[in-house]
């Protein structure tokens, strides 16, 4: 069978961004309220570029992962299933390492797991019981450990047959995120204020954003 395919859902938006108007105002020294709504959309438009440039969620959300099946579920055995590794061409997001028993999750630094849900073949959903597995949160990115005689169990459904409900970011207030790339995001909202007719790659290059989100981009290298 062919490499697994995984779908990344974010299931609950963030409930804040990582910069308020009003701060972001005070950086670009605008003393009106004639661009509030500009300013509020250009912060929005920044945290989204920062996390699709580092990979990684800046104020906590809910996501689902979903896989097809375990990685070389078609040549080997349910409880080898954990070793042996696929990748997505990059090494980035959900990754299998090879002869780990790990997987790790897309877009850190993962909270928590909440659910491992395995699908047969009528959909019905049965939870894989989390004293199968460790989630180590200690490191970027975080992981699901299989503890020692766990064996990861065969979906019956043929597409999205595998779901992994965690939550991740840095906290659900603006100032859990690292200064550094709330300063990038700054620069970045100040070119575009500046210069609204480039595009958003312009502004990551011009403003030097891109430079300092680079130091935070996540790579699984194996």
């Not at 020294?29 to 990979?55: F, K, P």
């Not at 090494?91 to 659910?115: H, K, M, W, Y």
């Not at 975080?142 to 939550?167: D, H, K, Y």
Request: hydrophobic fraction near 40%; include cysteine; aromatic fraction near 8%.
């Amino acid at each position: 069978m062919s490499q697994p395919i995984y779908r990344l859902v974010e299931t609950t938006p963030p409930a804040t961004e990582p910069l308020t108007l009003s701060e972001m105002k005070l950086f670009l020294r605008v003393d009106h309220g004639n661009d509030d709504t500009l300013v509020t959309g250009l912060i929005s438009t920044a945290r989204q570029l920062c996390e699709n440039a580092t990979g990684r969620s800046l104020i906590t959300r809910s996501y689902s992962l979903y896989l097809d099946e375990w990685p070389r579920q078609s040549r080997m055995s349910p409880s080898s299933l954990f070793r042996t590794g696929w990748w997505d061409g990059m090494r980035e997001g959900a990754d299998i390492f090879l002869n780990s028993g790990f997987l790790t999750l897309p877009q850190p630094p993962l909270l928590s797991v909440t659910r491992i849900n395995v699908y047969a073949a009528d959909n019905s959903a049965a939870e894989f019981a989390s004293s199968n597995y460790f989630v180590d949160t200690a490191g970027v990115p975080g992981r699901i450990v299989l503890t020692l005689g766990a064996a990861a169990p065969v979906p019956g459904r043929a597409a999205n047959g595998i779901e992994i409900q965690f939550t991740a970011g840095y906290g659900a207030a603006a100032t859990d995120v690292p200064a550094l790339l709330r300063q990038g995001m700054r620069q970045m909202i100040a070119h575009l204020y500046e210069h609204r007719g480039d595009s958003p790659d312009q502004a990551l290059l011009a403003s030097g954003s891109a430079a300092i989100f680079q130091s935070y981009r996540v790579m699984n290298l194996s």
